[in-house]
């Protein structure tokens, strides 16, 4: 028997997230974000396509899904750019940044090594005080 392999295939909507996401390459964006900055071009989107999409490129590797405990899912680019980053999460404002990081994969190999596991980066998020808050908070 013939096993029949469903293609993937290109959609204009996604597509366009797709393109936001490019031209944001070194930010998260929410989904409501990407929403605003569709429609705003008078293309109307539903919220369930946009994260239809979403997830499917991020189930896909396309794009990253980053999760911070009480805040929305925020997602990137999956580039070459980001691909030694980490996520951070500023307690104090909110602001995600992704910290490029060149022990990050020493650190992962040495888990793997010493017991037998592994980081996802892509849903490790590191939470502190950035720069910012703190230079505030000492004014």
Do not use: P
């Not at 031209?23 to 998260?28: M, Q, V």
């Amino acid at each position: 028997m013939q096993q029949i392999i469903k293609k993937d295939y290109s959609t204009k909507q996604r597509n366009i997230i797709l393109e936001i996401l490019k031209k944001n390459i070194d930010k998260k964006v929410t989904a409501d974000e990407i929403i605003h900055a569709i429609n705003k071009d008078e293309n109307i989107i539903s919220k369930a396509t946009v994260y239809r999409n979403l997830d499917y490129l991020a189930s896909k590797g396309v794009i990253k899904k980053i999760n911070a405990d009480n805040i929305s899912s925020c997602y990137i680019y999956n580039s070459d750019e980001n691909d030694d980053s980490i996520n951070f999460y500023c307690d104090t404002c909110g602001e995600i940044v992704q910290l490029k990081c060149t022990y990050i994969e020493r650190f992962n190999n040495k888990l793997q090594k010493d017991f037998d596991c592994t980081i996802d980066k892509s849903k490790t998020v590191l939470h502190g005080t950035c720069n910012k808050c703190k230079e505030l908070s000492n004014d």
